[in-house]
């Protein structure tokens, strides 16, 4: 089976190295598999570009899409998404606060039927630890609030999804090749149009606990960004109405 993992990228250059190499141990610990790694580098000004190149000539798995302009995180995740080839699909953010091992759990959720597997800092279990500063969790508790008012998005067991916006998020090919070429959303909501259609669809969501740790500063504003949520959220409700 061959898994793809796409990893957008802007000004990255600090951290991107690292998050690689990691992934590239990761792929040699599950021989089964096959993988490819495309990062999708989002106009960076920085050397994000040439440190990715400098790897890709040391692991074939590697390959670079470069955005001449910065267009965004949704933007920049279904370019690579719809380049990639895997039978299952996924992505991960650049700075690696999810870790890559906590793939390993996604591939088995999968390989038990489900379709769509996000992690989650949300849902707690006894084996994973979240790191996060307190305004990114009042943050996630206002955009849910906004999320249950106005859209009921829910897993395969019908309950409601608790954190939409963790960048840890896997699909099988069907349903990445589905939906991502309907992706209208530009802000920070894609993520809520994704599942919002998977949900839709009636694909098999699996909410998944996963170790989190924050990596940077937010730049999350607690004044204007609750209201751009909020805006986010009805445009989709009203693009997608049945």
């Given at each position: ?20 190499e ?95 597997v ?13 790191k ?25 067991e ?33 993520d ?8 839709q ?19 999350v ?9 909020l805006?986010?959220i ?9």
């Amino acid at each position: 089976m061959l898994i793809s993992i796409v990893i957008p990228a802007y000004n990255e250059a600090a951290c991107i190295q690292g998050h690689l190499e990691d992934i590239m141990r990761f792929t040699k610990t599950l021989p089964e598999h096959r993988f490819e790694i495309l990062v999708v580098d989002d106009g960076s000004k920085d050397a994000t570009a040439q440190r990715v190149l400098s790897l890709a000539e040391r692991f074939n798995e590697m390959r670079l899409l470069k955005l001449e302009q910065n267009a965004g995180k949704s933007e920049a995740v279904k370019k690579g998404i719809l380049a990639a080839q895997g039978d299952i699909v996924g992505f991960t953010d650049a700075d690696a606060a999810t870790p890559i091992g906590e793939l390993s759990k996604v591939l088995q959720n999968m390989a038990s039927g489900y379709e769509v597997v996000i992690g989650s800092r949300a849902r707690r279990s006894k084996d994973t630890v979240l790191k996060a500063k307190f305004h990114r969790r009042l943050m996630g508790r206002v955009f849910n609030a906004f999320l249950k008012g106005i859209l009921q998005i829910r897993d395969a067991e019908g309950r409601t999804l608790k954190d939409t916006q963790c960048g840890f998020k896997w699909f099988t090919r069907e349903v990445a090749q589905n939906i991502f070429p309907k992706l209208l959303t530009k802000g920070f909501a894609f993520d809520v149009e994704v599942l919002f259609m998977a949900h839709q669809r009636k694909y098999r969501i699996l909410e998944m606990p996963v170790n989190w740790a924050d990596r940077r500063d937010s730049r999350v504003s607690l004044l204007s960004d609750p209201l751009k949520m909020l805006w986010q959220i009805i445009i989709i409700r009203f693009k997608h109405a049945n």
